[in-house]
């Protein structure tokens, strides 16, 4: 029998360093519905429980915006859900709110041992702050003094195969030992031991007395399979989230709910989302927090998960360490002084949880936004699949995307700041939704799989961008026609440096043919050759045929001229929905 058969009302809660946001599912007649969501500010109090009040603050909303009783009188949760509708019957948790907790890794070879840590850490987006490694031949006092001035708060030992090596484990254990002993006790690491199982009973026997000390299977045993040993980190993780965040144990044992971090429930979400698209085809998500921005990159559901300390709220001052207020004007089609644009990330900075009043400050916030992630594909080397057509499918979630007057906008900032070649789908994250997936998959595979496959996710349509070698601008470097269901046919000639859209009807069916194709433009990732079906978005098909340099889409120098060229590339996007009648422009 299903174990999530008695399971009808589902609470998912993502608490973000600036809001706290919770969406409701229910099922009827053995499929989820999607209800509603609601959010809160993500504040801190004086009771050390801010978390999970922040959550209660947001389910009144909820039952406000849902018409639903969730919470009893004493401002708990009713689990389980009643005959009558009320509460809830599973609670899942991720969270953003706190930042990554520092990692020290230990091993004895940097190609064995740690490079399987180092592979661990990466499903969860952390990067460590330490590594002592036995090969480096570093003394005893350098690796002390390493830790010490690192201060990590998890530390993950590893090394030697089973019935291997115990007397290097031991050693790196002694300079664990000292680190600990060095230190008060509420300031010593929490320990994980994935190593050589024969050094188990020792390390348990030394550690247990000095620091709380976790064990999980042998990284090196590829036979242990990844997941025992992702459990262990995430063990541990909760331990030091909820040490930092009393409020996230009062949830967890009032709820009984999962407790996971955002960024891997991101990452999940986009390695399970690669299974909807073709073999060998990458999946792109881009989640832009306020602390931080989320790259995760998935083709055959191999995940390569990126974290960026860059993110449009508290962490915006950054910015201005990696560009000038100056560079930052290139995608604001209005006069704005570079001291203006310094103002607003310092204000934004303090204020984190300031929406946009007007279009001039939206768009300066997607101005930031577009930077952030060209630095994020620049550091993270993601350019390959930009140019190589092997990316399928682009998705864009965060609260400056979600937010925007018109979903035009956030479509025009990903082909902006990406502008990959070939043939991708964009998706947007209407509901806050992006983290649902990764973090319910374990606990209730039924709803997650039928969030994948709804159309809980905004559709914005399928961008073509060919590689042109040299043309005229306005030129025609290619002829398609497009037929729907009915069969009825129409061809458009492709003007070069332009965003050029055909209006579709939203979620209909459609053909795309290759009518002609000028000698110096391809398509790469495309057959060219075989027609193309695909399911339209809300803005059709658009082809953006822009003159690019560097792998960068190029703006003209002059203030003047650059302003008129953005909002032209805006014009030509047009509105959301626009009627199929319409012609493209031309």
């Given at each position: ?71 009893d ?10 005959l ?16 990554d ?14 490079q ?43 090394g ?29 690491p ?26 999980s ?30 409020g ?228 025609s ?14 061809k ?16 209909k ?25 695909f ?42 929905l ?9």
């Amino acid at each position: 029998m299903n174990r999530n058969q008695d399971i009808h009302t589902v609470l998912y809660v993502d608490i973000g360093s600036v809001n706290t946001r919770v969406c409701l599912f229910d099922r009827m007649d053995d499929k989820y519905s999607f209800i509603g969501a609601a959010s809160a500010t993500t504040s801190g109090d004086i009771t050390n429980q801010f978390e999970y009040l922040n959550v209660i603050q947001a389910v009144e909303k909820l039952e406000h915006a849902t018409k639903r009783k969730i919470l009893d009188r004493n401002q708990n949760i009713v689990m389980p859900a009643t005959l009558d509708h009320s509460g809830i019957d599973q609670v899942a948790v991720s969270y953003t709110c706190i930042p990554d907790p520092r990692i020290a890794v230990m091993g004895l070879t940097h190609a064995g041992s740690l490079q399987n840590v180092y592979d661990l850490l990466s499903k969860v987006g952390v990067k460590p702050v330490a590594e002592i490694c036995a090969e480096d031949g570093k003394t005893v006092c350098e690796n002390l003094d390493l830790f010490l001035q690192t201060a990590p708060r998890i530390v993950i030992v590893s090394g030697g195969t089973e019935q291997g090596a115990e007397i290097g484990i031991y050693r790196l254990g002694e300079i664990l030992m000292l680190a600990c002993r060095s230190l008060p006790k509420e300031q010593r690491p929490i320990i994980l031991y994935a190593g050589n199982s024969a050094a188990k009973k020792q390390m348990e026997r030394v550690f247990s007395q000095i620091t709380d000390i976790s064990f999980s299977t042998n990284v090196l045993e590829s036979g242990s399979g990844v997941q025992p040993t992702l459990n262990g980190l995430m063990n541990v993780l909760r331990k030091d989230l909820e040490s930092r965040a009393p409020g996230f144990r009062i949830l967890r044992e009032k709820t009984k709910c999962s407790v996971i971090p955002g960024e891997f429930a991101f990452g999940r979400t986009i390695r399970l989302m690669s299974r909807l698209i073709r073999q060998n085809r990458h999946i792109l998500g881009i989640d832009i927090g306020a602390h931080q921005t989320i790259l995760a990159d998935a083709v055959n559901l191999a995940l390569s998960l990126h974290t960026l300390p860059l993110g449009i709220g508290n962490n915006i001052g950054n910015l201005l360490n990696e560009y000038t207020p100056s560079d930052l004007q290139s995608w604001i089609s209005f006069q704005i002084k570079s001291a203006e644009i310094q103002d607003y990330i310092l204000n934004k900075s303090y204020y984190p949880d300031l929406i946009p009043a007007n279009k001039y400050s939206a768009e300066i916030e997607l101005a930031l936004a577009r930077a952030i992630v060209m630095k994020g594909i620049e550091n993270e080397s993601l350019s390959a699949i930009l140019s190589d057509g092997s990316l399928a499918m682009v998705f864009l979630s965060g609260a400056v995307l979600r937010n925007v007057e018109d979903p035009g906008e956030a479509l025009l900032f990903a082909m902006d700041s990406l502008a990959p070649v070939g043939m991708v789908d964009y998706l947007l994250d209407m509901n806050g939704l992006s983290g649902a997936i990764g973090t319910l998959a374990h606990l209730n595979p039924v709803l997650a799989s039928q969030i994948t496959s709804t159309s809980a996710y905004l559709n914005l349509g399928k961008v073509i961008r060919p590689s042109v070698r040299s043309e005229q601008p306005g030129k025609s470097i290619m002829t398609v026609s497009v037929r729907d269901d009915a069969g009825n046919t129409r061809k458009y000639d492709i003007p070069f440096n332009r965003i050029y859209r055909i209006p579709l009807e939203y979620g209909k069916n459609y053909e795309l043919e290759w009518t002609k194709i000028s000698h110096n433009v391809t398509i790469p990732g495309v057959k060219t050759w075989a027609p193309a079906g695909f399911k339209s978005g809300c803005f059709g098909l658009v082809f953006d045929t822009r003159e690019e340099k560097d792998g960068k889409i190029k703006l003209p120098k002059e203030k003047a001229a650059r302003d008129k060229k953005l909002q032209s590339w805006r014009t030509e996007l047009g509105p959301w929905l626009v009627k199929q009648e319409e012609e493209s422009h031309a």
